[in-house]
């Protein structure tokens, strides 16, 4: 099928045709055959790189230029929704029917806001957390969607993201029944009962437009599926480094995924060396620029010391540690060839589109704290393997599986190259997860009776494959704990929210972190500490996952628990009665360290030698820690304890930006982090006024500060910059540069 016969504005097929898109790959047609342009709800499962965004993007332009209607885009990554927003601008200059250009909005972030302002874009991007946030605040704007898009919908089975998708899909199909759901999916193996679930036509193919090759590595031999081999000699030992220097010398790019954070980043420093000597004198110049640019973006840490190290040499990191700016530098290198090898973590594998000639799975089984290590799903394989091959580029794409025996060969070959993928079901009903969804469907006023609530539940994909009665025992049980903690109230045959339930349904956090919250703060309000508090948010079942005290650090953990015995929350556990107890308590008290020592100056190299550590994990507990605090000090404003709401405000910015107190009014510039703001307070400039008083050439005199950023300070403090002080201080700074390339 032609894109010009789609029945579709001209405009639309214009943008398409001028990027040289003109025909359809067979999912597509297929997708557009089942009534995908004709307002039917769909279920499209195919194999990664075969078109599957694009009948989304047809779908989206079909409601805005035809319908007048408002599209939702659900991810469930971050990075991922930022890749589709980008997407979808290129249509952003076709005019609609009024007259004005299509707008494209995204939200990612901040559960406590209705985002009013997304009203105003035609097609509106978002995590699932945050549509469901969305939801929880009733933005108005949500009954003018009419199409849905729900990207990696497999993602049903994830315990800790599925949930939240099928309530948001549930729940949108309650507030608008005609609207049009298009589900976007991985191959799997019950795809039908997800689209009957939707009311929805499903389309499978296993149709890729590289054909994909599957194999086992083993003693320098790599066995395909179709009986095939490859011979791989190399001087290297290591698997993974055979594969990747004989990738690089082939001429092509590999994705090697790593189980963790840190295994991806220890393994691109072993490539890095490895292949370095491959790396031509022109390119090695190209990849020194991009080095530079990483150091410059952001603040310079040890991650991007470590990435730009790497990058130098052909190999970089990537995984949701890194920062948005360097995440994009990465992503744009390795698509323009630059980066020869990128390690990852399996996160990479859920929609960003970053096809290789090879990927390595380095590691087939994963470490779940409590469990030890467990083989990893055939689902979540087969998404790894389909980001080999590059459309345009490669006929053929090869995924290979590291295998240290001949028996774990075998089981390799038979687990996962010849497997079937999982059915997928639904995670929803454990009590756990469940209350927060029923206490958001009573505080939203989506069901205002018991009976309601069923009724909601009951069209849930759980719902769906069991039966409504098999969930009707959780979600009692899950009222009987939010009317006793009074969250809900009851009167006759009403249910109602009360103050405290809405806000924390608003909050978008647990319930239990709200009893947890409102009892430290009613019962300790008068004893709390900064590690108090630090420590309040430890014990919420939202600061996830929890750290763990490695054995080396218990004696240390030990002395500080020792010196702020009458600052936590609970009674230290017996280690004799209750070790598990004991081993959580120290984790709590360890993160309640890791955060006050954030909060006192500590700097990242420092961290991560004494806590072990790493720097995406260090942000990604200050972000939640963050939340946590935020939610502490929203509930302390409606439970009026005042004598707390200054102590708590303050925390939430020390912790968000690392700093002292004395700091906080230093770090509210635009551009001043902890290492500025400590430069400017050790030079005598402690205030606003201050600053505002220092002449421009001193500030600029300062380490760190370069004229641009010191005019802006000054400018953004109020200060008069003249031109003659500008010109002076720009003049200086060339005079300078220019000495020292003379010298």
């Known amino acids: 099928m032609k894109v010009k016969e789609l029945q579709l504005h001209d405009s639309a097929k214009q943008v398409l045709i001028d990027q040289g898109l003109t025909e359809l790959y067979p999912p597509q047609q297929d997708a557009i055959h089942a009534g995908a342009l004709d307002g039917k709800n769909l279920v499209l499962a195919s194999p990664t790189a075969s078109g599957k965004t694009l009948i989304a993007e047809l779908c989206a332009l079909k409601h805005v230029l035809e319908r007048n209607g408002k599209v939702l885009y659900l991810s469930p990554l971050r990075a991922l929704a930022s890749e589709k927003f980008e997407a979808f601008q290129k249509y952003s200059g076709i005019k609609k029917s009024n007259g004005r250009r299509i707008s494209v909005g995204i939200s990612t972030g901040d559960y406590d806001s209705s985002d009013p302002w997304m009203g105003k874009h035609d097609i509106i ?41 099928e309530v948001v899909l549930a729940r949108l199909m309650q507030v608008n029944p005609d609207i049009q759901l298009v589900v976007l999916s991985a191959t799997i193996k019950n795809v ?35 009986g095939g081999a490859l011979s791989i000699d190399n001087k290297a030992r290591d698997p993974t480094l055979k594969l990747a220097l004989y990738t690089v010398k082939s001429g092509g790019q590999a994705l090697a995924f790593a189980s963790t954070r840190r295994n991806s980043i220890s393994l691109a420093k072993k490539i890095a060396v490895t292949i370095k000597h491959l790396i031509s004198k022109p390119m ?37 540690g890194l920062g948005g700016g360097h995440r994009k530098l990465i992503e744009n290198a390795f698509k323009e060839g630059k980066i020869k090898i990128l390690t990852a973590t399996p996160t990479l594998a859920f929609g960003v589109n970053l096809p290789a000639r090879v990927v390595i799975v380095n590691d087939y089984r994963r470490y779940e704290p409590g469990y030890g290590f467990y083989p ?57 997860i469940l209350r927060s ?125 020792e010196d702020h015995k009458d600052e936590f929350m609970c009674d230290l556990p017996d280690p004799w009665m209750d070790r598990i107890a004991f ?41 939640t820690a963050k939340w946590l605090l935020h939610a502490s000090l929203e509930l302390a404003t409606l439970f009026g304890h005042k004598d707390l709401l200054e102590r708590l405000t303050k925390l939430v910015v ?16 635009e551009g001043v982090g902890r290492a500025r703001a400590r430069i400017l307070f050790n030079n005598g400039l402690k205030t606003i006024d201050d600053i505002k008083m220092v002449p421009l050439q001193q500030l600029t005199k300062l380490p760190l500060f370069g004229p641009r950023l010191a005019k802006k300070i000054k400018e953004e403090v109020g200060a008069l910059v003249k031109d003659e002080d500008w010109e002076r201080v720009k003049k200086g700074k060339s005079d300078q540069q220019r000495a020292l390339t003379e010298f």
């Not at 995590?127 to 969607?145: F, G, M, Q």
């Not at 009311?199 to 599957?214: C, D, F, Q, S, Y």
């Not at 998404?383 to 590059?390: E, F, K, P, T």
């Not at 912790?655 to 009014?665: F, R, S, T, W, Y």
Request: glycine residues 4%; negative net charge; contains cysteine.
């Open 284 to 320: 090695k110049r190209t990849l020194t620029q991009l080095s530079e640019q990483i150091l410059a973006t952001g603040a310079r840490t040890r991650i991007s010391e470590e990435l730009a190290e790497v990058v130098s040499n052909g190999v970089a990191f990537h995984h949701a």
């Open 192 to 226: 039908n009962e997800v689209a009957e679930w939707l009311k929805a036509v499903a389309v499978t193919t296993n149709w890729r437009p590289v054909t994909l090759r599957e194999g086992v590595f083993l003693h320098d031999e790599v066995m395909f599926k179709d």
């Open 583 to 623: 081993e959580e308590f120290l984790g709590e008290a360890k993160l309640a360290w890791v955060l006050k020592s954030w909060m006192n100056e500590t700097t990242e190299d420092d961290m991560i030698e004494r806590f072990s550590v790493q720097p995406g994990d260090l942000y990604r507990l200050i972000s």
């Open 125 to 165: 991007v978002t995590t699932n957390e945050k549509a469901d946030s969305l939801l929880r605040h009733r933005a108005k704007w949500v009954s003018d969607i009419s199409l849905v898009v729900a990207d990696e919908v497999h993602l049903l089975n994830d315990a800790h993201r599925g949930p939240t998708l």
């Open 437 to 561: 969804h029923v206490l958001a469907t009573i505080a939203s006023d989506f069901a205002h009776t018991e009976q309601g609530v069923f009724d909601f539940f009951a069209k849930t994909f759980y719902a769906y494959q069991y039966d409504p009665q098999a969930i009707k025992g959780v979600i009692q049980r899950s009222l009987g704990f939010l009317y006793a903690e009074k969250m809900i109230e009851v009167s006759g045959d009403k249910v109602l929210p009360t103050k405290f339930g809405r806000r924390v349904s608003e909050l978008y956090i647990d319930p239990l972190t709200g009893v947890i919250i409102r009892d430290a703060l009613t019962n300790r309000a008068d004893l709390m500490s900064d590690i108090s508090f630090l420590h309040m948010i430890a014990r919420t079942p939202d600061m996830f996952p929890k750290m763990r005290p490695y054995s080396k650090e218990i004696d240390e953990i030990s002395f500080f628990v």
């Open 376 to 432: 990893i799903a055939v689902l979540e394989y087969k998404q790894m393997a389909g980001r080999a091959g590059r459309p345009c580029y490669d006929k053929v794409g090869d995924s290979i599986l590291i295998a240290k025996t001949e028996d774990e060969r075998d089981y390799l070959m038979e687990s996962y190259i010849l497997a079937d993928t999982e059915r997928i079901w639904s995670k929803l009903a454990v009590e756990r």
């Open 654 to 669: 020390r912790i968000e930006k690392g700093v002292k107190p004395e700091l906080l009014p230093l770090v509210k510039l």
